[in-house]
């Protein structure tokens, strides 16, 4: 079965400085991961996604991950933030070729501020 | 379009009232979701249907059953609510697996006392 580990649950930075959410997965198998974002009582809106290829995944809003294998990790970085970036985000897996089930970590809280 | 339609948005219930959460979407999607989220728990989900007809447990599908009406409706009850069902529950969809963008709905906030 797979998991997903968000060791921050709180992230604060300042405006216009850079900053990295972690996040590592546990699978057996190969996987998909994601970023998802959530503002304020708002559903879920994709940032970005790996699915092969490339490890390095552009998202929207100036967002990047980079999947790492060998550390079983898919960080999610920005350069510089924006008041606006303040939200929850989430990252998620999935196993590749089997079911339909995503598996969220448990979020992280970026607080921009000025 | 409205996407992924969830109602209510909020509800209240007594310990062992019954309700059903509704969830349409209007994208011709095949699979739909529900998940609950809890704070610092994350989204955790409950049940899913991979398509029309089918439906498989999730992860915390204990006190929830689901119903896949159509391909556009995938209703949550609630038999016997208990205070520990106290949750924001959000309706996703995806066009076939989740190697693809999920859609969620705005959620429904509830509360049993």
């Known amino acids: 079965a797979q998991s997903v580990t968000q060791l921050d649950s709180q992230v604060p930075v300042f405006e216009e400085a850079p900053v990295e959410l972690r996040c590592n997965y546990s699978s057996s198998v190969s996987v998909y991961l994601f970023w998802y974002v959530q503002y304020p009582n708002q559903g879920l809106q994709l940032l970005l996604k790996?699915?092969?290829?490339?490890?390095l995944v552009k998202g929207i809003n100036g967002f990047e991950a980079e999947f790492n294998k060998s550390q079983t990790s898919f960080h999610l970085r920005k350069p510089s933030v924006h008041i606006s970036d303040t939200a929850e985000y989430f990252c998620?897996?999935?196993?590749?070729?089997?079911?339909?089930?995503?598996?969220f970590g448990t979020g992280t809280q970026l607080k921009v501020e000025l | 379009n409205a996407g992924v339609t969830q109602t209510p948005k909020f509800q209240v219930l007594k310990t062992g009232q019954s309700m059903t959460l509704q969830c349409a979407q209007d994208m011709n999607h095949n699979s739909m979701y529900w998940y609950r989220q809890d704070p610092g728990m994350g989204l955790r989900l409950i049940y899913y249907?991979?398509?029309?007809?089918?439906?498989d447990k999730g992860e915390v599908p204990n006190g929830y059953n689901v119903s896949r009406l159509n391909k556009r409706e995938f209703s949550l009850r609630l038999e016997s609510a208990a205070p520990s069902q106290t949750s924001v529950y959000f309706c996703a969809t995806t066009l076939f697996a989740t190697n693809e963008k999920l859609f969620f709905g705005s959620g429904t906030q509830l509360s049993v006392l």
């Open positions: 249907s991979a398509s029309e007809g089918t439906t």
């Open positions: 998620a897996v999935s196993e590749t070729g089997g079911g339909n089930k995503l598996t």
């Open positions: 790996y699915l092969s290829g490339s490890t």
